[in-house]
């Protein structure tokens, strides 16, 4: 094993296009426009759709929950809630707790991030896992290839 260089999986952007086009696939079955962002697994935007009538400003939350979920490998609203100011404050106002992050997951390693604003919290978390589950289902079928 070489201990000077580390072989990870990388989100390439024809995967990321793959999550966003799954995530918008399932905000038009859920009915609500939506804000998605993909990001790698260093916050670095590579794909972003906002849906006709998706809210303005949930652009900006979608991108910090997508961010957020890589930065920290976990769902949003899964961090302790009394550290929410203290995070946003140290990351420059750039990570969240709001609901609809998810992290993107291949082989215990994170290799991005999906957030998704606009529609219930309940519903930003539907479209995420939706994106995130479509990565999966890429990776096992280039696998059984």
Known sequence: MNDWIRHIPRL???AALGVLHAAIAKAEQLGVAQNIAIVDEGGNLLAFARMEGAKLLSRETAISK???AASHRQPTAQLDPTLELKLAIAAGGRLTNLEGGQPLMVDDVCVGGIGVGSG????????AKAGA????????ALCNA
């Open 66 to 68: 997508a961010i957020s």
């Open 12 to 14: 390439t952007h024809h």
């Open 120 to 127: 219930t919290g309940q519903q930003d978390i539907e479209v």
């Open 133 to 140: 589950a479509a990565l999966l289902k890429g990776v096992q």
